[in-house]
């Protein structure tokens, strides 16, 4: 492990220098953001209702369509590039698009789930959808944008959309879709390949879009996260020196694998694009191994719940309400200070999490090629561990 993380170390050091020598920063206009709750900045909320208190309390101080105490990891990447926090695509009321535009909402999958919102808590905004709406967006932006006035102000410029950064975080819950539906390990890890190669269809559709520059984060450790391990049935053999339960971050790891694999096949489809294979799985885990070293505690349970081993409850989780004698009562309450807390909710990480996650990524040291966010538009040759 040592050894790895000195060979990684090593390779981003060289990587920087000759950059530094060769390259200058991208200046993206725009970003568009493909995911899941882990990015999404209002689309859910959106679509089926907002996500009330104490989501949001960090930083917004008030509920911000984010399943978190505060900002997500795309907030800082925009911030880090000079842009406003992007807007949800769905979210029609004071949305700013000139800068693009956010895709991503909570529950998505990569592969379209046979079933609704509230049946299983998957949302029916999976990969392709988000493309489709892309794909809308950016042929109607373009109609609205030439009316002139207001609409010139809040839409992107056509030249915008080959310039951009294409972000996207998603498969995670490709991953406890199956586990959620009682299915094994094997059965879940078979299905992998059809997940990506679906997610390598809509990479090639949104580059035949113009696009050019994509930024992939790989799915971090599913088998650390409270509600996981609520749900599922683990034995004392599968819980891993962490606390976590191996098996499911075996799958992820496997899945990982897998879409290292697909941006490299990707990278021979569309030369002329610029792949980024972001490894955020290795930093949560880090952060999780090592969190009173980084000034965390507790990192395994949710910061905002309700009761249990993992401060998680399913039945009632953060934010949820009783009434008690005709009052109405908050059960699933914030913990006293999330800014030393991991994970906000059993699913989702704190605003101090993903502010911890983002720092680690932004220069490229988790990066194939080790290339830093805002070198991401230039071809470089990838790094093969």
């Not at 920063?25 to 900045?41: K, L």
């Not at 992998?192 to 679906?198: A, K, N, R, S, Y």
Request: charged share 20%; net charge neutral; proline share 5%.
């Amino acid at each position: 492990m040592e050894f790895h993380l000195f060979k990684r170390s090593l390779l981003f050091s060289i990587y920087v220098l000759s950059a530094a020598c060769a390259t200058r920063t991208c200046d993206f206009p725009a970003i568009f953001n493909f995911g899941d709750s882990n990015s999404d900045t209002g689309g859910l909320s959106a679509a089926f209702g907002q996500a009330g208190p104490p989501s949001g309390e960090t930083y917004f101080r008030h509920p911000a369509g984010r399943y978190c105490d505060g900002r997500l990891v795309i907030d800082f990447m925009a911030e880090s590039i000079g842009l406003p926090y992007l807007s949800a695509f769905l979210d029609a009321l004071g949305s700013n698009f000139s800068h693009g535009a956010n895709f991503a909402t909570a529950g998505s999958t990569i592969r379209p789930q046979n079933t609704t919102l509230h049946q299983s808590g998957f949302s029916p905004f999976s990969l392709n959808v988000q493309y489709y709406q892309f794909s809308d967006f950016q042929r109607r932006s373009q109609m609205l944008r030439n009316q002139g006035g207001v609409f010139k102000e809040l839409l992107p410029k056509a030249e915008d959309f080959s310039r951009a950064l294409y972000t996207f975080d998603i498969g995670q819950n490709d991953l406890t879709a199956g586990y959620f539906l009682n299915m094994t390990t094997n059965e879940v890890r078979a299905y992998v390949p059809d997940v990506l190669d679906q997610f390598k269809t809509v990479v090639k559709y949104i580059h035949d879009h113009g696009g050019r520059s994509f930024w992939i984060h790989n799915t971090g450790p599913v088998g650390c996260l409270p509600y996981v391990m609520d749900r599922m049935l683990i034995t004392a053999g599968q819980i891993d020196k962490v606390g976590c339960a191996a098996p499911f971050n075996d799958v992820a790891q496997y899945f990982n694998l897998k879409l290292k694999e697909a941006v490299v096949q990707l990278r021979k489809d569309l030369p002329s694009a610029v792949l980024t294979y972001v490894d955020v799985y290795s930093v949560k885990y880090d952060l999780i191994s090592h969190a009173k070293k980084y000034g965390f505690v507790h990192p395994l349970q949710a910061c905002c719940g309700h009761g249990g081993k993992y401060n998680y409850n399913k039945n009632h989780g953060c934010g949820s309400k009783v009434t008690v004698h005709g009052k109405e009562i908050m059960l699933g309450k914030s913990c006293k200070d999330p800014s030393v807390a991991i994970n906000w909710d059993g699913v989702h990480y704190t605003e101090a999490a993903n502010k911890w996650v983002f720092d680690r990524i932004v220069n490229g040291g988790y990066s194939d090629p080790p290339v830093p966010l805002r070198m991401a538009c230039h071809i470089k040759s990838a790094v093969h561990e």
